[in-house]
Structure formats: C-alpha cells, structure tokens
C-alpha cells in the first residue's frame, strides 16, 4: 500500500480560514456532545440508579463529569487519536486501514485488528438509531416544564420532527450545513452564559475540579457510585465524532474549537446546573431548563430542539460516510450513493440506510418514550467503540509509529481503565435498555463478515469454473471471428477470465475487435491520485487488462476510469463501446464454506443489492448483463 501514498497530494487550492473552519466544526463536530447537558446530568439523579441530590453527591458528581471531559475528549481523543491521520481522514475504519498497512493478508493479527475494527464499525450504527430519538426526545420534553398536560403529545411531536429530519436528508447538508455553525455557536454560548449565571450564585462548586470530590463520592457510595458512571458517560458520548469528521475540517479547527468554546460552555453549564441543584435539590428532575428563567423558557426549548435535530444530523451523515466505507472495504453489498454537493465529495446521501434508520429511530422512540428510558440503552455501544478505537491506538503507536514498549503500556493503561470502567457500568443496564445497541452492532456485524466470505466463496466457486487467461486468448485470437468495436468485461479480480465473455461467446460466436478486462479495486487508504488511478497491461491480440484504484472514501467511475486511460495510448468512443456485466444467481447448497444460514443471508444480501450499471455509472444503454447460477 506504500506506494499509493503520494497519490493523496492534491493540487493546491485556495482553503477556508482556519476560524471559518472552526465554526462549521462546531456546528457539525460538536452537535452531539454539545447537547448532552440536556439530559446526562439529570440521569445521575433520576432512574434506577439514582443517588440522592446531597451536596457531597452533587460536587462528586460534577468533579466526575470534569474529569471525564478531560481524560476521555481532551486528552484521548483530542490530543492523542486525533494525531492517527489517515491521510487527512479519520473514523474507526479509517483507524482499522491504518493499522492494517504491511501487514501480511495470513497474518493472525490482521486478523484479530479486522475483527476489533468491525465489532466498532458495527456498533457506530447503534449510537446512530440512538443518539437522533435521545437528544430530539431530551429537546421536546422541555414542553412539559413549559406546559403541564402536554406530556401526551411528546412521543408524537418527536416523531414528527425526526421524519422531516429524514426526509430533508436527500437535499443533503449543502444547503442547510450554513446555518449549523451559527445556530450551536449561540447554543454554545447560551449554555455558558446559563452556567456562570447559576454558578457565580454558588461559588463552591468550582472546587469540583479538585479530583478529591470524585474518589470521595465513590468511598461514600461504594458499588453504587459505580453504577453511576453508566450516567455519567453520557457527557462524553460524540467523542468518535471529533476523529471521524477529523477530514472535513482538519485536525486543528477541531481541537481549537474544543479548547477555546466547546468544553467551557459544558463546564460551565454543567456547574450551573449542579449550583441550582445545590439550592433547590428538587431541580434534579430536569435542571437544565430549570435553569432558564420563565419568560425564556419556550424559546429555549425551541433552540434545544434545532440544536438536537443538528447533533442527530451529524450522527446520519456519519452513518452515510461509514456505509460507504464498508462498500469501498467489501463489507457490505453495493448501495446507491448520491453526492449532494459538487464541492464537498463527503457530503452524500445513501437512501437504504436512510430509510432503515428513520425507520429503526421511530421503532426505538414508540418502543422507550422517553429520553430517560432511553438513557439506559445509550452508552454501551458507544463505550465498546471507544474501547476498540484506544486499542487500535496502542497497537498504531507501537508498530508504526514505534513508541517504546512501556509508553505504549502506559498510555493504554490509562485509557483501558477509564473505558473499561465506563463499560462495567454500562453493562449493569443491559436488561435496561443496553441490549438493545448490542443486538443491532451484532446483527450487523454478522452481515458484514458474512458478506465478506460470501464475496470470497463466491470468487472461488467461479474460478473453479474459469480456463487460464493466457491460454484463452490464444486460442480466441486464431479461431473466433472478431468484429468492430470495444468490449469493456467487468472483473472482481484482475487475474481472472470473466464469465460474461464466456458466456458472451457461447451465444454469439463473436468476440469484439478490441477487448477490455476492468478490475475495479479498493484499496485502504481514503483516496487515491489521478496519476496512480489507472493501470493499463497489454494482453495482446487487442486484449487489454485495466485496474483502475480507488480508496474507501471515492465512489467508482468507469467513464473517467476510461478517459484516463488515453495516456496509456488507449481511447474511447462510448457510443462505441459496450460494456458486458455478469449477474450471478447465487443458491446456497451444503457444500462446505459458510453454514447454511449464513449462506440464505448472503443470497438474500446479492437480491437486494444495488445494480452494478449504478455504482460504476455506467451509461445504460450501453450495457449488457449476462447472467450465471453459482451454487455456494
């Protein structure tokens, strides 16, 4: 892979500024922790677990959200995962390419970092059925302070707030990503302005920074102040936003908008809820709009509510850029992807995961009610994938970037300790709630991995099928009649004759004057160069075989794969040229491979795939689909 790396160098063009960056970045980076004040403080002191809004509680509590702002986001997301850039890209499988590079494709322990990456990648997609019903549900309850009887009418506000939030997804972020900076810049500032209000009253609360506040509130509570991290964790749930949009604002505007903004104003705000709670220990049931005054009340709840839908928007358009990762990586089957701006490559919208998410949002709202309900599922998937980005971490420093042994160790010490403590408390509400995150990361996880074998199987099963290409084109260039024009055979591996040119000469007798094997490959690294996109092995007898390359965060393009090739003396007329495609019909049998459930799965997975004429945009009427059955 070390070879494509030069290919990301683009040419230079003019940037944004690093302050114009800055605010988009918290507008899009920030939308979900930011909105964690809402109900993460309120978790402590409510539910099963609760402990009793006492003073010493109060200030332990509050010293543990510091302190857990601090480990978790400033030091090890901000300062440390943060420096792993993947050639400007970041996210769990973008951490998972980089950790892979050089090492063997037989190696146990790519295998094990494979399987650690995924498990991750997998659960991503249960914070993002969550964290959209979580904060938009957390938003809206701020009626009922507002109102009394308006309890009823919560659920179904929620939902309807969440399916316009939906349906405005294939407009794409172009168009409303403008106002997200401005709209939680004032969010941002309000919370630290609501904060010092309420914390000047109480000026005691800031000796919480002092980390005594917290290990007394553990000696007093015992167990049960463990129990309490599962609700504490939840000021630091958006933490894998900052890594996984870490390429489209840079590592700099990020880290400046999290010092200078972003971690005072929850500081702030998180001290002013605990002072009001230090006045009025009734105020626990929801001290954050306890904490605005009256005549401000409604418009507040309005602002929590746009800054939700914005902190749920950075979550689907996350779960959009992953889907299309795991595509680019083989892990799942072909999706359409639409690009919503002629600027910006990452904004895209991925319609069949964004339906299946609205509809698993609106199924996990009906099913919990509230955001407390729903603060007992919130937090395990998050924390395992947090727990799988430090050790992914540890292994990039030591093997790459060659830390010494006990740096290594005592970093991950650190972070091991802190995540597997979050996780322990987490896991005390899996009859709760927390089931719920691990049973979908699960099921995906089975998808992925069995699509993945099922693409190898089935590669196998047609090469068992196929004749040497050498051989073929030999006999091919003596015997068979030839006619005028270009054939483009779609291949999944370069090595391979195809089936559809077997097939194509068994029904026509014919083969065309000029012959073109296309492997379309991914390889793991974001993006890959114009100059290193195309490679061009002559086969002869007008025999040609192209690998065109693209890394997991670009979309194929045969046509432009096409006219890059005219350096390499090859041209082409489209009208001219026709392109032949294979269509498997997969039957799962009992041969050995993949058990037999697995193998229905993967059948049901090929149906339903998107076409290969959309995902390698190829013009229609220029395509012909041969099709073969393959018993797995």
Not at 51 to 62: D, F, K, S
Not at 485 to 509: E, I, Q
Request: with cysteine; glycine share 8%; proline share 5%.
């Amino acid at each position: 892979m070390s070879t494509l790396a030069p290919a990301v160098a683009a040419a230079p063009e003019r940037s944004p500024s690093t302050y114009t960056l800055m605010l988009a970045a918290i507008g899009v980076v920030y939308g979900d922790i930011g909105t964690s004040p809402l109900y993460a403080l309120r978790e402590c002191f409510s539910g099963p677990h609760a402990v009793v809004a006492t003073p010493e509680n109060l200030l332990g509590i509050v010293s543990l959200f510091f302190w857990a702002l601090m480990l978790v986001i400033s030091l090890k997301y901000v300062t440390f995962v943060m420096r792993a850039d993947n050639r400007g890209e970041g996210g769990i499988l973008a951490l998972l390419a980089l950790t892979l590079e050089g090492l063997p494709a037989s190696s146990r322990r790519r295998g094990v970092l494979i399987g650690l990456g995924l498990c991750g990648a997998a659960l991503f997609y249960g914070d993002g059925v969550i964290t959209p019903a979580i904060s938009v549900l957390s938003a809206v309850e701020g009626l009922g302070v507002f109102a009394y009887g308006f309890d009823p009418y919560i659920v179904p506000l929620t939902l309807v707030i969440l399916v316009v939030l939906f349906l405005v997804q294939r407009h794409g972020t172009a168009r409303i990503g403008g106002a997200f900076g401005p709209v939680m810049l004032v969010w941002f500032l309000v919370l630290a302005v609501l904060g010092i209000w309420h914390a000047l009253s109480e000026p005691r609360v800031f000796a919480a920074f002092d980390p005594r506040y917290a290990i007394a509130f553990f000696a007093d509570n015992g167990a049960h102040g463990f129990v309490v991290l599962g609700a504490v964790f939840l000021c630091v749930t958006g933490g894998e936003a900052l890594y996984a949009d870490m390429g489209h604002f840079g590592r700099r505007p990020i880290r400046l908008a999290w010092f200078c903004l972003v971690l005072p104003a929850l500081l702030l705000n998180y001290l002013g809820q605990t002072a009001l709670m230090l006045r009025e220990p009734a105020a626990s049931a929801n001290p954050f709009y306890r904490m605005v005054p009256e005549p401000l009340l409604l418009p507040m709840v309005g602002l929590a509510t746009v800054a939700t839908v914005i902190a749920a928007q950075a979550v689907i358009s996350g779960v959009f850029s992953l889907t299309r990762q795991a595509v680019q990586l083989g892990y799942s089957p072909r999706v359409e992807v639409v690009h919503t701006s002629s600027d910006h490559s990452g904004q895209i919208y991925v319609p069949v995961a964004n339906w299946l998410l609205l509809a698993a949002v609106l199924l996990v709202v009906l099913g919990f009610g509230s955001s407390s309900n729903l603060a007992a599922a919130y937090g395990i998937s998050v924390t395992i994938t947090m727990l799988v980005t430090g050790l992914l971490m540890v292994f990039l420093a030591f093997s790459h970037w060659h830390w010494r042994w006990w740096q290594c160790v005592a970093l991950g010490a650190l972070f091991l300790a802190v995540d597997l403590a979050f996780l322990g408390a987490n896991a005390l509400k899996i009859m709760q709630g927390g089931w719920l995150p691990l049973v979908m990361g699960g099921s995906l996880l089975v998808m992925m991995t069995t699509w993945k074998r099922g693409r190898e199987l089935l590669a196998l099963r047609l090469a068992e099928e196929t004749i040497p290409l050498d051989l073929f084109i030999n006999d091919i260039a003596a015997n068979t009649p030839r006619v005028p024009g270009t054939a483009v055979f779609l291949t999944s591996r370069a090595c391979d004759l195809p089936h559809a040119l077997l097939h194509n000469l068994k029904h026509n007798k014919i083969v065309h004057q000029r012959v073109i094997f296309l492997t379309v490959e991914s390889v793991e690294q974001p993006r890959v160069g114009d100059d290193l996109r195309v490679s061009v092995e002559p086969l002869g007898y007008g025999f040609h075989r192209v690998v065109a390359r693209y890394g997991f965060m670009e979309d194929p393009d045969v046509p432009d794969v096409l006219a890059l090739c005219e350096r390499f003396g090859l041209e082409f007329e489209l009208q001219d040229t026709t392109f032949f495609l294979g269509r498997e019909t997969v039957i799962a049998t009992s041969r050995p491979g993949m058990a037999r459930w697995r193998e229905r799965l993967f059948v049901a997975m090929s149906r339903n795939a998107a076409r290969a004429m959309d995902v390698f945009r190829l013009p229609t009427n220029r395509v012909v689909e041969l099709g073969t059955q393959v018993e797995m």
